[in-house]
């Protein structure tokens, strides 16, 4: 079976299991929980703190020039209007002796991915989660350094900032719409303050929502990959922005950016895998992370940003 049908059909039959599927929906896994590998292990929606320690790495980023040429090229497809808004990424090279598993267990983080020991998600974002046949997704746009003077109110009262949130609570609006009823926006632009390695971020997040049916476990698949990849880690206009990235980034994003979640049986809750930390085959890591770009963007403003999600919280 494939991706959609093998939601569809665990679904329907209401049996727990884990999934995880890339930024391509191309590769994927879809474990009953009852037989979930100890070499997966994940926490969804943890508000508690770990023990905490610190990481040591190096990091070698892309360098300034070479990221502005991607800014640059993603700017013009803006100005010639096949994008508004493009989450650009890049993978930044880290050297360091740590252990993926050691990160999986110190790091503090809403939701925690290890697997397979090939990287290490832990990330603050949810994808969707479904309970009592009420679909909720809470976009995240929007970062600051807390411990600028006045974060708060900058980063609310930034045109760039507002303009690159709402976009994407339109966009993430109109996918909701797809799969449900009755979609409406009922928080828009909070603010969190997220743990990252030696500093504090602000995040801005909104809260959307929609009514499902009561049979919404029987097509668990048509749900998640109508909805797929996640509007806050693409873009809009999804489809068009998805082919720009894929020019412009020029290397495989494979699990970062997609999903992971659980399904209990009743409910289901979900993740994008955003701070991410992957193994290369040759044994070294690198980081992979990246910012919404639209037409006020600024490139040192973005390559700064990019910066500072290279962090394990």
């Known amino acids: 079976m494939n991706l959609k049908d093998t939601l569809n059909n665990y679904g329907s039959k209401k049996e727990p299991f884990f999934f995880i599927i890339d930024f391509d929906l191309q590769n994927y896994e879809v474990i009953p929980l009852s037989k979930l590998p100890s070499s997966i292990m994940y926490e969804i929606d943890n508000s508690l703190k770990k023990q905490s320690k610190s990481f040591d790495f190096d990091i070698k980023p892309i360098k300034f020039d070479k990221y502005k040429k991607k800014f640059n090229k993603v700017k013009r497809n803006i100005l010639d209007g ?6 650009l990424t890049t993978q930044t090279k880290i050297q360091t002796k740590i252990c993926l598993k050691d990160v999986y267990k110190f790091a503090n983080a809403r939701f925690k991915l290890y697997y397979h020991d090939k990287f290490v998600s832990f990330s603050p974002e949810r994808f969707i989660e479904i309970k ?29 900032e507002l303009a690159e949130h709402t976009m994407v609570v339109d966009l993430l609006r109109n996918d909701l719409s797809i799969v449900s009823s009755k979609v409406r926006v009922e928080k828009f632009r909070y603010i969190d303050k997220i743990d990252a390695g030696k500093k504090k971020l602000l995040q801005v997040s909104s809260k959307i929502s929609g009514e499902l049916e009561n049979s919404w476990q029987n097509k668990i698949g048509d749900i998640l990959t109508s909805l797929l990849p996640a509007g806050s880690i693409t ?3 999804k489809k068009k922005t998805v082919e720009i990235i894929k020019s412009i980034e020029k290397y495989e994003r494979e699990f970062f950016t997609g999903i992971f979640g659980v399904f209990d049986g009743e409910s289901l809750d979900s993740s994008v895998m955003i701070r991410f930390i992957q193994k290369k085959d040759d044994g070294s890591f690198v980081y992979k992370s990246g910012g919404g770009i639209t037409s006020d963007s600024k490139v040192q403003s973005e390559y700064d940003e990019m910066l500072d999600k290279v962090y394990i919280p």
């Open 132 to 160: 009592e046949n009420k679909i909720y997704t809470y976009p995240m746009k929007g970062t600051i350094d807390a411990s600028i003077k006045n974060a708060k109110q900058k980063i609310l009262k930034d045109k760039k």
């Open 82 to 87: 096949n994008t508004y808004l493009l989450n």
């Open 235 to 237: 873009g809009t206009p």
